[in-house]
């Protein structure tokens, strides 16, 4: 999920910070950016609730192109 990685990056949090933050592991964190393991929407929920931004507006066209 290039979007995701953009916002951690542009907010300069690390994948343990966002991991902690959503209550999963590191690996499983880096396993959703990476595309390797499936968003659920509880999490897409709380991903976007840690850049104040609504779901759609950080996953809509991800979701939207595949």
Not at 20 to 46: C, F, H, V
């Amino acid at each position: 999920m290039i979007k995701l990685k953009e916002y951690r990056l542009k907010n300069k949090f690390t994948n343990q910070f966002m991991a902690d933050m959503l209550g999963i592991s590191k690996p499983y964190y880096w396993q959703l950016e990476n595309d390797q393991k499936r968003l659920t929407y509880d999490l897409a929920i709380k991903i976007s609730s840690i850049f104040h931004l609504k779901p759609d507006d950080l996953f809509y066209d991800e979701f939207k192109s595949k």
